[in-house]
């Protein structure tokens, strides 16, 4: 056991310093405006966050390329992109000797059929039934594409750079275009792209190289990587542990460990054993692996709620930081509270709207958390209380508006 603590600094392996091991997992802010720019409302989001006191705030996915969103409204970094507001956003969440990392990220597959008629991913194999009601089948990527997708993430993390963003992430996990090119269950190529694990994480490999290309030595790189899909024949703990050991040999920064996908969300704590949630890291088991094997600091997600839980499993030694989320959508001063030492707890619970069936249906722990962002960034303090059932609605209503309208940033 270690004397670590949430309240110790981090010097990271390119010389960063981060002040504090609370970070903030990214969750999508999906409030980027029209032209797929960012607006004064992330100034006014990250700006509260970074005054909670959490040493490293990364942010929602920004997607590399417009014609493939996750989201109606994903901000976009890209050629020909000219966005303004992306400066006055990381000026806010430098504050306070904030770091603040911009999550990069390509959907593949994972783009709704509103916003893509054909998307792409490493080959063409449709998400399971029910998804693929949402879903398109993908056309397989050329490797003149894939290529060119490797390029747009050292672009935009460029651009990060230049706008004044301390760092950035690429997300590797929860079924998007990196994680399928991981998993031999969307990745079923013949060519050097697919087959072995060393060969479906040369995608992700290409990725960081070109970034540090760009970025330089001084500057963090790290990714969100599944601990497993946990999916029968998917991405293992042996394949994560490989690329793991890989990429913190190629110089990771700081590698999130998380864990499954759209299929099976395990990372919202779906199907997670009450032992598990009691250790309050969900992946704990995973990191303690992965900890005999790397060098590079690991942030480890997914349900810690108090700062003993917290500062239980930094003083392991199995983790350098811990990640929270949903916890500070909810009260943005959550890190003050457990750095100042106070027995505090989080304010996340279960969600339902009452209704069994729409539980099933619609992505509570998205939507509903995403309402209380935006609250954030127009100025306003959360809603515990707002009606689950309310976010519901509100997303069938914009989702509908979204497909007629087509709207695409």
Not at 82 to 94: F, M, Q, S, T, V
Request: proline fraction near 5%; glycine fraction near 10%; charged fraction near 20%.
């Amino acid at each position: 056991m270690s004397k670590t603590n949430i309240s110790d600094s981090l010097m990271l392996p390119c010389g960063a310093t981060i002040k504090n091991r609370i970070g903030k997992s990214a969750m999508s802010e999906n409030m980027g405006s029209k032209g797929f720019v960012s607006n004064r409302s992330f100034e006014t989001l990250y700006g509260r966050w970074a005054d909670g006191g959490t040493g490293l705030l990364i942010t929602g996915n920004v997607m590399v390329d417009q014609r493939a969103l996750g989201e109606a409204h994903n901000v976009v970094i890209e050629k020909g992109i000219n966005d303004p507001c992306l400066k006055l956003w990381a000026n806010a969440g430098r504050k306070n000797d904030t770091h603040i990392w911009v999550q990069l990220n390509h959907p593949g597959k994972q783009s709704p059929k509103f916003l893509s008629k054909l998307p792409v991913a490493p080959s063409a194999i449709p998400l399971k039934k029910p998804l693929s009601r949402v879903f398109n089948t993908p056309r397989e990527l050329s490797e003149s594409e894939i290529l060119e997708i490797i390029e747009r993430f050292a672009f935009a993390a460029k651009v990060c750079k230049e706008s004044g963003f301390t760092g950035v992430q690429i997300h590797g996990a929860h079924g998007y275009l990196v994680s399928q090119f991981l998993s031999p269950t969307h990745n079923q190529r013949t060519d050097k792209w697919g087959g072995t694990i060393e060969n479906r994480m040369r995608f992700v490999s290409e990725i960081y190289t070109a970034i540090r290309v760009e970025v330089g030595p001084d500057f963090p790189i790290s990714i969100k990587l599944n601990s497993a899909d946990f999916q029968k024949g998917g991405f293992t703990m042996e394949d994560s542990m490989k690329v793991v050991k890989h990429l913190s040999e190629l110089g990771m920064d700081l590698i999130e460990i998380s864990g499954g996908t759209y299929e099976t969300p395990v990372m919202t704590g779906t199907n997670v054993k009450e032992s598990t949630k009691a250790r309050e890291a969900y992946f704990l088991d995973y990191c303690e692996e992965v900890r005999k094997i790397v060098k590079s600091p690991l942030m480890l997600t997914g349900g810690f709620r108090t700062s003993h839980g917290m500062n239980e499993a930094l003083a392991s030694g199995v983790c350098d930081m811990v990640g929270i989320a949903r916890s500070l959508a909810i009260n943005p001063d959550f890190s003050n509270e457990l750095l100042s030492g106070k027995d505090v707890a989080s304010l996340v619970k279960p969600l339902t709207t009452g209704f069994p069936f729409l539980d099933r249906t619609f992505p509570l722990e998205i939507v509903w958390y995403t309402d209380q962002i935006h609250l954030l960034g127009k100025g306003q303090d959360p809603n515990s209380k707002r009606s689950p059932l309310r976010s519901v609605f509100s997303m069938i209503l914009e989702l509908g508006m979204s497909a007629v309208k087509k709207v695409r940033g």
